[in-house]
């Protein structure tokens, strides 16, 4: 039997309230993941820095980020003497936020460089999400900046010109707060979303070999990071062959602004915390990253590791609901019981947590399968369906889970001062940005078509069951049916021309892998409980279900499942 983790002792008043408690230690699986999957003595070393930042997530920073969200940044588009400025100012609880962020954890440089935490080398992508997937928690809207940064850093390394990568890389990959610059992603116009192959914004080359870029970009978040990478027409051909890759610098070598201005700033339904505008380009200068003409191919691997960190984000979201919904069960009372002992609460908490850990298992193989594939060791095909997957599927069980959670509360879950509606709120972005569920399932398909990823996804999902702890043997038949019938209707939507079944294959295929995933972690100490996770996606997710048969009675898988978080 697994060892239960303990949780806060219940508050005095009649509404329990969770802030002060240590998030990495109220979650039941946090430690066992991470041992999971890093190396020991990485994993040692990072314990201490998973303990301090569930502290921080779960107090100090939780009120940060609900003071940010409550003042969002302001834009002066001209300073007293009427001189253009385009400057932003941030509330100083986020400012506080990102010194966390960038300085004191280094999220966005752990990857590319060492020294970091302590750490000799730089990590391995896992422990990048172990630590962002806590730090999100607390604060979701920063988390983009911070994810945009790293991705900017990976794909400048990738395609930049090594002069250009030697001259950037260590300003956005510094700890020291006054010379970090941080980095965004330029790529939304008026007419081009997620049809990047109608993008109008023009370049054109220099002498000095820099570009000039003219025109708007519609929705640039972190407006004024010191670079951004921006997609722009080069060529004369129309379609995505015209489009090229361009790194935008703020701030020009003589320390003047460079030629573009925020014309506004975006009021958006949630992370508030975090600026997002609209920018005009008027002969901005920029260099070219990669090959001209390749510009969307580039962009697309900066974009394949934005949305991972949607994936994870939708992850960190769940969990916190999670956590929130739990605690608020054990100390909550109604009709003479805990809410926690009814068994119609005792089922939405087990569906909750489900889809919060088949998201983070995903987040997990997705960031093994991509480092895999750039260090030469993997199969590229494999991280190329991974990364739309958690992105479709995980995104959108957020919106359900931060949604059950604030009912879970009641009233309370539906007051501001309270954690839910930011959860819910935030909870949206992940299914639009980096494109919206309809694009990203379509990309599923695109990918077992144009990279033959389904076979990779296969063999993967087959070597985890095979290393992972053994299906349940009443199981084992509807396990292998649903499994094979989950790939034939995959393949039969792509190479069929199937685009009405992309949502319902991306789907099933999630369930698939996350399943697996599931089943693999359950095979080390102190996970076996995953088992029972993985039970339930078979039975609820993956296999098919007759709407009029009474089920059988769960009740003590879900108690089973529960007794875990208590």
């Known amino acids: 039997?697994?060892?239960?983790?303990?949780?806060?002792?219940?508050?005095?008043?009649?509404?329990?309230?969770?802030?002060?408690?240590?998030?990495?230690?109220?979650?039941?699986?946090?430690?066992?993941?991470?041992?999971?999957?890093?190396?020991?003595?990485?994993?040692?070393?990072?314990?201490?820095?998973?303990?301090?930042?569930?502290?921080?997530?779960?107090?100090?920073?939780?009120?940060?980020?609900?003071?940010?969200?409550?003042?969002?940044?302001?834009?002066?588009?001209?300073?007293?003497?009427?001189?253009?400025?385009?400057?932003?100012?941030?509330?100083p609880a986020y400012v506080e936020l990102e010194r966390l962020a960038y300085s004191e954890f280094g999220l966005a440089a752990l990857s590319h460089r060492g020294g970091v935490l302590g750490w000799p080398e730089p990590m391995p992508p896992a422990a990048k999400y172990a630590l962002s997937h806590l730090f999100v928690q607390a604060e979701f809207g920063l988390c983009c900046p911070v994810s945009m940064t790293d991705s900017l850093a990976r794909t400048l390394r990738k395609f930049g010109d090594p002069e250009l990568v030697a001259r950037v890389l260590p300003q956005?990959?510094?700890?020291?707060?006054?010379?970090?610059?941080?980095?965004?992603?330029?790529?939304?116009?008026?007419?081009?979303?997620?049809?990047?192959?109608?993008?109008?914004?023009?370049?054109?080359?220099?002498?000095?070999?820099?570009?000039?870029?003219?025109?708007?970009?519609?929705?640039?978040?972190?407006?004024?990071?010191?670079?951004?990478?921006?997609?722009?027409?080069?060529?004369?051909?129309?379609?995505?062959?015209?489009?090229?890759?361009?790194?935008?610098?703020?701030?020009?070598?003589?320390?003047?602004?460079?030629?573009?201005?925020?014309?506004?700033?975006?009021?958006?339904?949630?992370?508030?915390?975090?600026?997002?505008?609209?920018?005009?380009?008027?002969?901005a200068q920029a260099w070219l990253v990669g090959e001209r003409g390749r510009g969307f191919k580039q962009m697309a691997d900066m974009i394949n590791n934005s949305r991972l960190s949607n994936g994870m984000r939708a992850a960190g979201l769940m969990r916190r609901a999670v956590t929130e919904a739990v605690y608020f069960s054990q100390h909550r009372r109604a009709f003479g019981k805990r809410?926690?002992?009814?068994?119609?609460?005792?089922?939405?908490?087990?569906?909750?947590?489900?889809?919060a850990e088949q998201a983070r298992s995903l987040m997990f193989q997705t960031a093994r399968a991509l480092a895999d594939a750039d260090q030469g060791g993997g199969d590229p095909a494999l991280a190329r369906i991974l990364t739309p997957l958690i992105k479709f599927r995980a995104c959108r069980d957020a919106r359900k889970v931060t949604g059950d959670a604030m009912e879970v509360r009641g009233g309370c879950g539906y007051i501001e001062e309270w954690t839910e509606p930011r959860l819910v709120r935030d909870a949206h972005l992940g299914s639009i940005w980096e494109g919206t569920s309809n694009i990203v399932a379509?990309?599923?398909?695109?990918?077992?078509?144009?990279?033959?990823?389904?076979?990779?996804?296969?063999?993967?999902?087959?070597?985890?069951?095979?290393?992972?702890?053994?299906?349940?043997?009443?199981?084992?038949?509807?396990?292998?049916?649903?499994l094979e019938q989950t790939y034939a209707l995959a393949e039969h939507a792509a190479q069929g021309d199937r685009p009405e079944l992309a949502r319902q294959a991306a789907s099933l295929l999630y369930h698939a892998v996350s399943l697996a995933a599931l089943r693999w972690e359950a095979s080390a100490p102190g996970l076996e409980s995953r088992a029972r996770l993985a039970d339930q996606v078979l039975l609820h997710r993956l296999g098919p279900r007759d709407p009029y048969a009474i089920p059988p009675d769960e009740s003590a898988a879900c108690r089973a499942i529960l007794q875990y978080a208590l």
């Not at 990072?46 to 920073?61: C, K």
């Not at 972190?222 to 027409?233: H, I, K, T, Y």
């Not at 398909?445 to 043997?473: F, M, N, Q, Y």
């Open 1 to 91: 039997m697994d060892a239960p983790v303990k949780t806060a002792p219940a508050t005095a008043t009649p509404v329990p309230d969770s802030r002060g408690l240590n998030l990495f230690r109220a979650d039941p699986y946090a430690a066992g993941l991470s041992q999971r999957y890093l190396p020991p003595a990485l994993h040692a070393h990072l314990l201490p820095h998973l303990e301090r930042l569930g502290e921080l997530a779960g107090g100090a920073m939780d009120e940060l980020a609900a003071t940010a969200d409550k003042h969002p940044p302001t834009l002066s588009v001209r300073n007293r003497a009427g001189t253009d400025e385009s400057r932003i100012d941030k509330h």
């Open 339 to 355: 809410l926690i002992d009814m068994p119609l609460m005792q089922r939405q908490l087990v569906k909750m947590t489900v889809w």
């Open 172 to 283: 956005v990959t510094s700890q020291d707060f006054d010379t970090l610059r941080q980095g965004a992603m330029f790529m939304t116009e008026q007419g081009a979303g997620s049809d990047v192959s109608a993008t109008e914004v023009t370049a054109e080359p220099q002498e000095d070999g820099t570009w000039r870029l003219y025109g708007d970009k519609w929705f640039c978040s972190n407006p004024d990071a010191g670079f951004a990478m921006v997609l722009a027409r080069s060529e004369p051909q129309p379609g995505l062959k015209g489009v090229s890759l361009f790194l935008l610098p703020r701030d020009l070598p003589g320390g003047e602004h460079n030629r573009y201005r925020i014309l506004r700033l975006k009021d958006k339904l949630g992370t508030r915390s975090m600026a997002s505008g609209e920018i005009r380009l008027e002969g």
């Open 442 to 482: 379509l990309d599923v398909l695109r990918a077992i078509v144009k990279e033959r990823s389904l076979p990779a996804l296969r063999s993967h999902a087959e070597r985890l069951l095979a290393e992972g702890a053994p299906c349940p043997p009443e199981l084992a038949a509807l396990q292998a049916s649903s």
